[in-house]
């Protein structure tokens, strides 16, 4: 798993967009929130909790229990229900939180150390990720809320994203350099492909044809989906983390944690451009669906810097609470590192 940071940094947060742009830089004053579209999710980690926050006026209102130590969200297609994966427990635990009231249900138990998550493209299903050795998956209908039986992958799998057609979720496996593509209509692993060392993140083409695989050791890995079979690793920053593609799909957009920056990468040419500096510990980024703008959450000093897309242009941060993890949108508002495509 990802650890841009010292020991001594003990809060996490995650962005979950629900459906609108992001605020404008500025104070956040506690008071009610009615919950659904317009609402911006944060998590907690230090103190279990999501935070509701009104997009329209930047007001919060009264944090959600959910677990001990949230690392990351998922929210449904549709915009009504945000599950909050929760690794501070014994196993672990996913919340399902309602939007429309901002209510939690019951905790769902998954196997060992629950990491990154995924939901297939119809909202059927959550995949979440056991981080641990030996590697599993467990996949939960969303339905019942009910988990299935865990799917054996490689060591320590950090991250999963499903196809655009949602037949196969790809997980990252960082213990075992490889990714393990699943079939969701039966749950069953495929044969992994060797990527070499420190497989975190993966982002899929939006017409699913290739998979770019962002290991920690400085490269991007490019698979045909049609072969399962890696391409050139593509040169980028030092311990890169997450990607984003833009809504055009012209251009990977890779955050590199130990660099403070962003890497533009043609996808045409799988030629990476010129980095774009943010803030230090870069460790989320997406883009606005008419592609014009991205936003980066950097863990130090806690911060979200927009980009002007067409330029590569930094703009000044917004300052976040609670060093910023992860940032998660509603497909209709942007393209986040979870979302496919």
Known sequence: MRNYLSAVVLAVSALTLAAAAMPAAGATARGTVAGSAGTLYVDNQISGTVTPI?????????????????????????????????????????????????KP???????????????????????????????????????TNRPGKPVKVGKVPDWITVTPDGKTAYVAN????????????????????????GPYAIVITADGTTAYVVCTGGTVVPIAIATNRPGKPIKVGREPGVSVISPNGKTLYVTNGASASVTPISIATNTPGKAIKVGGAPSAIAITSNGRRLYVASQVPGTVTPINAATNTPGKPIKTGN??????????????SSTAG
């Open 54 to 102: 009104s997009i329209a006026t930047n007001t919060a209102g009264t944090p959600v229990r959910a677990g001990r130590s949230p690392t990351n969200m998922e929210i449904t297609p549709d915009g009504k229900t945000v599950y909050v994966v929760d690794s501070g427990g014994p196993g672990g635990t996913v919340t399902p939180i309602s939007t429309a009231t901002n």
């Open 105 to 143: 249900g019951k905790p769902i138990k998954v196997a060992g150390n629950a990491y990154g998550a995924a939901i297939t493209p119809d909202g059927k299903t959550l995949y979440v990720a056991n981080a641990s050795t030996p590697g599993a998956v467990t996949p939960i209908s969303t339905a």
């Open 174 to 197: 960082s213990g075992s350099g490889t990714v393990t593509p699943i079939s969701t209509a039966t749950n069953t692993p495929g044969k992994p492909i060797k990527v070499g060392p």
């Open 323 to 336: 060093t910023p993890w992860s940032i998660v949108c509603a497909p209709t508002v942007c393209r986040s």
